[in-house]
DNA sequence: ATAGGGTTAG
């Protein structure tokens, strides 16, 4: 009897276990009477909870008398971990009422449920909870603050959480260095790396990753390069997560030259890496290069993730050829996740930019289950083909069916106004996000409204609307502007708007070939000439199109 | 014999 129980003991002290043996041992683990410790319980419970078996978890919870606080925090874990967050908070509630009470990672299990569900006001109440309860200044319950904050985009407050505590351990400078780190703010990061090193803490594989991710600016590349190096040194090349980031790293600063030296020199990429690359090639433009990647590493038979899945569709989606993304559909088919949320509204985005509207309706028609993503793709489609009354209709949907609204869908609907040139459903849209809903407009809805008021000739409102930003607006947004004072002709305020444009982006080529236009169309021939001259290395471009146009105002 | 918190692509 002695053998079969230490056979049980290292069959459960393994990470990972299937279904089927779960339920074997399960079955063991009952007919040997051993289901009255709680102990055994919590293991099996973390395996139901691995192979998204929540109903046998929680048949599993109710069935232990005596219940200790792992197997409370394994099951509130295993329901946040599948977004099942007002179960999760139930049996948060259960808990509180019960004998055991709440420890340390129970509240980070619940804080980290508030970041993933995005919830704001839960993650304050929590807090607050953390608080009354004692454990604000614990190390455990700071470190789940500290990102559930700054993944929720508040740094600010995760900062005040992060200096309340007079000696941070490893964890917890990893955790605000990150959180620097995704809101971009290198300077922030540096500081803190810098302090961290001066109290005596080495940084590890984690505090790469928070660093890496810091560095957003191209120009920061050369300093990419040496922490690459240094990563190289300290042995951390050998860790998923840090590969991942740095391939990432290289792919948002278009180095793919780099981040391919990078990947080749790895063993085994994981299938995040593998990601990394392929939406590196695509941002690129590089989308035959993403498709013929994500084809290699099948031939490596690793299996994707309906992540990676719909950033293959959105590949071919931008080259708006309807072959490949069939086939990528037949792929995710026969993998059983074209259901998935994530690949059915890459499905609805592919299938719309490839000219088949109809078939990506009938793929949201088809979805088991919808959520603000796939109405985002439905509502921007209908609006790529300025169907804005049905774009319109599903806005309405999304709030009765109680989803939150959020950043791209108003970008959609913005989208929608501007093909269909619906300029006062455009305004109204732009006012309700940040008053009813309160979302920060950023540049693509700037974009998006800036055309739309231009276009109608409202120059004057647009404008004003581009210079209202908090900071200096996005080159985006002035060269859209200028495309519309030049097709209204208002050269006056062209000229205005080109040097705004060169402020924000002195070498880009395409607004050159814009302001040459903008001359040409005012017959300014010595702008032209200056901008030409100017332009040397633009070969072609700029003469071109600008001759013309200086032929058509000779003409006249 | 004894478990759980912080990092990654979209």
């Known amino acids: 009897m002695l053998i079969p129980v230490r056979a049980l003991v290292s069959e459960l002290s393994k990470t990972h276990q299937t279904l089927s043996k779960t339920k074997n041992l399960h079955a063991f683990i009952i007919?040997?009477?051993l289901s009255?410790?709680?102990?055994?319980a919590t293991r099996l419970s973390r395996f139901y909870a691995i192979n998204n078996e929540l109903i046998s978890a929680h048949q599993l919870f109710d069935?232990?008398?005596?219940?200790?606080i792992y197997l409370w925090n394994s099951i509130i874990r295993a329901y946040a971990k599948s977004h099942l967050f007002s179960d999760a908070f139930a049996l948060f509630r259960r808990m509180l009422s019960?004998?055991?009470k709440p420890d340390s990672f129970s509240f980070a299990c619940l804080l980290r449920a508030c970041s993933e569900k995005a919830d704001l006001n839960w993650l304050r109440i929590v807090h607050g909870i953390v608080v009354v309860s004692g454990f604000g200044l614990d190390s455990i319950c700071s470190s789940a603050l500290v990102s559930a904050y700054s993944k929720l985009g508040r740094a600010d407050e995760a900062s005040r959480i992060f200096y309340g505590i007079l000696e941070p351990d490893l964890v917890l400078w990893n955790s605000m260095i990150s959180g620097y780190g995704c809101s971009g703010n290198w300077y922030k990061v540096l500081e803190l790396l810098k302090r961290m090193r001066t109290m005596g803490m080495s940084p590890d594989s984690y505090t790469m990753v928070g660093l890496i991710m810091g560095l957003t600016d191209p120009s920061l590349v050369r300093i990419g390069e040496s922490i690459h190096g240094y990563c190289l040194k300290c042995g951390f090349d050998s860790n998923d997560h840090v590969n991942s980031v740095l391939v990432s790293m290289y792919s948002r600063f278009k180095s793919l030259d780099s981040a391919c030296k990078l990947f080749c020199c790895l063993s085994q990429p994981d299938l995040v890496t593998w990601s990394a690359l392929i939406t590196g090639f695509s941002q690129t433009e590089q989308h035959m290069l993403a498709l013929d990647f994500f084809k290699k590493m099948n031939m490596e038979s690793k299996k994707p993730d309906p992540i990676l899945i719909a950033s293959v569709l959105a590949a071919s989606a931008q080259?708006?050829?309807?072959?490949?993304?069939c086939e990528i559909h037949g792929y995710a088919i026969r993998h059983g996740c074209d259901l998935d949320v994530m690949v059915s509204s890459a499905l609805i985005d592919m299938y719309a930019k490839s000219g088949f509207l109809e078939l990506g309706i009938q793929i949201f028609k088809n979805m088991p289950k919808k959520n603000i993503v796939s109405y985002n793709a439905l509502i921007s489609s209908l609006g790529l083909y300025?169907?804005?009354?049905?774009a319109f209709q599903m806005f309405e949907e999304v709030l009765l069916e109680g989803f939150r609204p959020d950043g791209t869908t108003f970008a959609a609907l913005l989208g929608a106004c501007c093909h269909a040139r619906l300029v006062d459903a455009g305004r109204e849209y732009f006012r309700r996000m940040k008053d009813e809903f309160g979302i920060l407009a950023e540049t693509e809805h700037y974009v998006h409204t800036v055309k739309l008021l231009g276009m109608a000739g409202e120059l004057k409102e647009a404008y004003e609307l581009a210079q209202s930003l908090p900071q200096p607006a996005d080159s985006a947004i002035w060269g859209a502007l200028l495309t519309c004072c030049d097709t209204h002709e208002d050269y006056e305020l062209a000229e205005i708007v080109a040097e705004c444009l060169f402020k924000t982006k002195p070498g880009k080529s395409s607004y050159r070939v814009m302001l040459s236009n903008v001359y040409a169309g005012d017959g300014r021939w010595k702008d032209v000439q200056n901008l030409r001259a100017d332009t040397g290395?633009?070969?072609g471009k700029i003469p071109g199109i600008s001759w013309f146009h200086g032929m058509k105002s000779l003409k006249m």
Do not use: C, H, V
Not at 36 to 40: G, H, K, T
Not at 63 to 68: A, E, N
């Open 31 to 33: 007919k040997t009477q």
């Open 36 to 40: 009255n410790d709680p102990f055994y």
């Open 63 to 68: 069935k232990t008398p005596q219940r200790s």
């Open 98 to 100: 019960s004998e055991t």
């Open 319 to 325: 080259m708006a050829m309807i072959k490949p993304g």
């Open 386 to 390: 300025g169907l804005a009354t049905e």
């Open 537 to 539: 290395n633009l070969k």
